[in-house]
């Protein structure tokens, strides 16, 4: 199981830091797509791409968040909380909000992308990006990492819980 676990996190963690590079080239297509509209050039692909990147950094990106514990938390107290505690607030967020989303999020676009896919869709604009199917498709995949990524958290933070104490690290990691 923990090589399992291992494998998901060292994926989302790989998909994360690799994508992460696109918010830079997402920042540079903008400042390029400005300069030509200054010079009356321009590409609606190209303004188009940056819709893409950024659709890219926040669907595929979401269970690295998770990972690194980055997405923001409801319970104010979490901070001051012991490792014991933080893993049953963090069970009890996989069991109830984290995993249920996941698969709303895959339920509620599968058919979504299914048609998109089966038509091909691509952009309504003349010269744009003819792939709104691949886009529409990172809807399932990011919730599908998120999903993988919960499971993870979950499976650590009961190891958590049911280890014995004396077998805990400072942090409470197993």
Known sequence: MNKVSSF?????????????WLTLLMAITMLLVI???????G???????????HAM???????YTLKEQGHVRVDVNYRRMNFLQKAWVDVIGAILFILPFSIFLIAI???????SWRIREG?????????VFLLKTLIPLGGFLLGLQGLVELIRNVQT???PQDTLDQNGGV
């Open 8 to 20: 998901i996190s060292g994926m989302n963690d790989l998909i994360g830091r690799t994508l992460s």
């Open 109 to 115: 676009s599968w058919q979504f992308v299914v048609e």
């Open 161 to 163: 819980l049911l280890a």
């Open 35 to 41: 300069l030509g509209r200054a010079f009356n050039l």
């Open 43 to 53: 590409s609606l692909a190209i303004q188009e791409s940056v819709t893409y990147m």
């Open 123 to 131: 952009s309504p604009n003349p010269g744009g990006i003819q792939a």
């Open 57 to 63: 950094v926040f669907m595929l990106c979401m269970a």
